[in-house]
């Protein structure tokens, strides 16, 4: 079982950064893939990037592709999500969420474990 629990949210200005922490419970964190989605009103959810177990490797969404940043820090059990040039359209509640083993995933029905996510506004 693993429980996630996302802070770093706000309101910022369109062109402005903002930094996404989920801090994990897992005994062995780096067992897990983690990702960060994110849903706007009236919107599916959506992926926004994901690290592999390690943080070797990492996967974006075009939309965010050069702006944002994903890395893990496995001593702290942390996952972040650094988010630079924000734009009104990243307005969304962000989630992020563990998935077993070390493949990677894109769609949230393949992670199992999920953070109650964190607002970020962005105002133009």
């Known amino acids: 079982q693993v429980q996630l629990v996302e802070s770093g949210g706000g309101l910022v200005q369109a062109g402005g950064s903002l930094r996404l922490s989920c801090a994990a419970s897992?005994?062995?964190?780096?067992?897990?893939?983690m990702g960060w989605f994110r849903q706007a009103p009236g919107k599916e959810r959506e992926f926004v990037a994901s690290?592999?177990?390690?943080?070797?490797?990492?996967r974006y969404a075009d939309s965010v592709k050069g702006r944002f940043t994903i890395s893990r820090d496995n001593a702290k059990n942390t996952v972040y999500l650094q988010m630079n040039s924000l734009k009104p359209e990243d307005t969304a509640v962000y989630s992020c969420?563990?998935?077993?083993?070390?493949?990677?995933?894109?769609?949230?029905?393949?992670?199992?474990?999920w953070g109650q996510g964190t607002q970020v506004t962005v105002s133009s």
């Open positions: 897992a005994r062995t964190f780096s067992s897990y893939v």
């Open positions: 690290i592999s177990r390690f943080g070797d490797n990492t």
């Open positions: 969420a563990a998935r077993s083993g070390s493949s990677f995933a894109l769609g949230p029905n393949e992670y199992a474990y």
